[in-house]
């Protein structure tokens, strides 16, 4: 019997230290034994984005910071530009039709990414933007977008501007700097490359987007006024989520010792041996240009991509994410993100191997090991 493997773009593997903190006694939100831990994970997250401002952090999934986003930073009648290249950039073109914002957007092929011409072309069309929303890696197609590039030629064109990033499958798992590139608002979520479940949100803010809040919104909990009023007393608005909170100041301890750039280099190294394992497979990669963080792929010719899936989970013990909306079960993806070793992408890759094979699917398994040592 194989013992189970997650290789899911999010949620993903929890270290034996998370799961010990997570199984810790509980302790209250506004005690001085949680105080410590709150105020460490307040002064490193900064880090990770390389912010100027402030990290707020919600209860909530990657989706309820980027609700957060949109509901404290743009308004009715605010033209806002949206990139839509997949799931989750239809999430945030729903958000902004929803608050009643004047929407531009911008179609990107699913497996695509967004090019400059095509933000040279709005901004040209529409030199009054208040707001820009992006994604950095769309998760549903794997694609990475060029956020450095765009976020700055924005700025230098329309500096009021805001720039929001959808960075839920980015951070730690490629370069980002909130502050040389001009993003003024950027979004996580716990349950990627932050090692732990799902259940933290975070926001990113810039200095220049903390003077561009909406005051008096209609909405109590993610209103961040209440959120950095409380943040000036080193607490949170609300209660906070005690068992992440003290799990991600561990995380972020074990960050800073191995070195940022080590910790994102060993994620990008994963999904190039992952990379390299399709390939011996001849297994043809989705996106054009492929995230670190989570590997698509398109299934073989007539097969179904679905009851691969299915199929692995239920003989190998090894869980995949299909492909979403027209894409089920034409792709496949594959996360490199959280507690994995080179020894698990291995282990999954010969896992895959033989879950094809029993398709009719042939494997070099030689070439396939060879590759994989």
């Not at 990770?48 to 990657?62: E, I, N, P, R, W």
């Not at 033209?79 to 073109?93: D, Y």
């Not at 910790?263 to 399709?278: D, G, H, T, Y």
Request: with cysteine; charged share 20%; glycine share 6%.
């Amino acid at each position: 019997m194989y013992d189970y493997l997650l290789m899911a773009p999010g949620p993903v593997p929890l270290s034996p230290e998370v799961k010990h903190i997570l199984a810790e006694d509980m302790i209250h939100h506004r005690s001085p034994l949680f105080q410590a831990a709150l105020d460490s994970v307040m002064a490193k997250l900064p880090n990770v984005f390389a912010c100027d401002g402030k990290v707020l952090f919600f209860t909530s999934t990657g989706t309820g910071a980027m609700e957060a986003c949109m509901l404290n930073f743009v308004g009715p009648g605010d033209k806002v530009a949206v990139v839509n290249s997949g799931k989750f950039g239809e999430r945030w073109l729903q958000m902004a039709y929803r608050i009643g914002c004047e929407v531009i957007e911008i179609p990107v092929k699913w497996g695509e990414s967004l090019k400059l011409e095509q933000v040279t072309h709005v901004l040209e069309q529409h030199p009054d933007l208040d707001a820009f929303f992006t994604q950095y890696c769309e998760t549903s197609t794997g694609a990475l977008h060029p956020v450095k590039q765009i976020a700055s030629y924005i700025k230098e064109r329309q500096a009021s501007c805001l720039v929001a990033v959808d960075a839920i499958t980015a951070v730690l798992t490629t370069e980002l700097n909130m502050r040389e590139w001009g993003i003024d608002l950027c979004v996580a979520g716990s349950q990627k490359a932050f090692m732990l479940p799902t259940g933290l949100g975070f926001l990113a803010i810039s200095e220049h987007a903390e003077e561009r809040i909406k005051k008096d919104r209609p909405f109590l909990y993610f209103d961040i006024t209440q959120e950095l009023k409380a943040r000036k007393s080193g607490q949170t608005a609300y209660s906070s989520n005690v068992p992440l909170i003290r799990a991600l100041d561990m995380v972020l301890e074990k960050i800073e010792q191995d070195g940022l750039q080590n910790f994102i280099s060993n994620v990008q190294a994963r999904a190039e041996l992952c990379r390299r394992a399709l390939a011996v497979m001849n297994l043809e990669i989705y996106p054009q240009n492929p995230a670190p963080a989570l590997t698509a792929f398109r299934s073989p010719e007539g097969m179904d991509g679905a009851k691969l899936r299915n199929h692995l989970e239920e003989r190998y013990n090894l869980t995949l994410m299909g492909g979403q909306e027209h894409l089920k079960g034409k792709i496949l993806r594959i996360g490199h993100m959280g507690h994995l070793s080179h020894a698990n992408i291995s282990d999954a890759m010969i896992r895959l191997a033989h879950g094809l094979a029993d398709f009719s699917y042939e494997v070099d398994m030689q070439k396939l090991e060879k590759a994989l040592s």
